[in-house]
């Protein structure tokens, strides 16, 4: 079934972006960093996933403070590191768009916010399993490349529900707890999402 928001578990919000203004951003950020889009898309055309951290844990320098523990929560999770450990904002992203568009996003949230924010790239043709995400009661995602074969699956009791999130602008909240939960990329194309996990 179709559908364009899931309430209460998964809905834009009432902030939103420019996409362009912010993939320019993304850009200069790359560029500070040594990576390029174009690189990373063609990677991810054979690799599953391809991730960035931008926000890192205290104490952590160079190129660890966007490399390290940029995986899975288990695997993180499995190294001593809890969501909650990530406290510190990649300098090279503060004074860009994308820096201001998270702390935005941590302002907007009612309660606590902390924990990783991610660039994530899913690679062509892949897809993860239906899961919940424990570890984390809010997220928020903004697609930033995407198309129609790139979407969600949500799982309840009685029926399955597909969901694409557009490259509109729109920022989504994400109960990952309380729904079941899946993503498919099913294009040519990595798809590209800031994915905002909070460890409270």
């Not at 399955?160 to 729904?179: E, F, K, Q, S, V």
Request: charged fraction near 20%; aromatic fraction near 12%.
């Amino acid at each position: 079934m179709k559908i364009e928001s899931l309430q209460p578990y998964c809905y834009p919000i009432e902030i939103s972006t420019n996409i362009d203004e912010l993939m320019s951003s993304i850009n200069v950020l790359l560029s500070r960093l040594g990576l390029s889009l174009d690189n990373i898309n063609t990677w991810c055309k054979s690799n599953f996933a391809y991730t960035i951290n931008l926000t890192h844990l205290n104490g952590l320098t160079g190129s660890d403070r966007w490399r390290k523990y940029n995986a899975g929560h288990f695997t993180v999770k499995a190294q001593g590191v809890s969501e909650s450990n990530f406290t510190e904002h990649l300098e090279e992203a503060n004074d860009l768009l994308i820096g201001k568009l998270i702390r935005q996003i941590y302002e907007y949230h009612e309660d606590k916010f902390q924990g990783r924010a991610q660039l994530i790239w899913l690679g062509a043709n892949q897809q993860y399993k239906f899961h919940r995400d424990l570890h984390t009661p809010n997220r928020y995602h903004v697609p930033l490349i995407t198309n129609e074969k790139c979407y969600w699956l949500f799982r309840d009791n009685k029926n399955i529900y597909n969901l694409h999130m557009p490259a509109d602008g729109r920022i989504w909240y994400l109960d990952p707890i309380n729904i079941e939960h899946t993503f498919r990329n099913e294009s040519q194309e990595a798809r590209l999402h800031l994915l905002l996990t909070s460890g409270y």
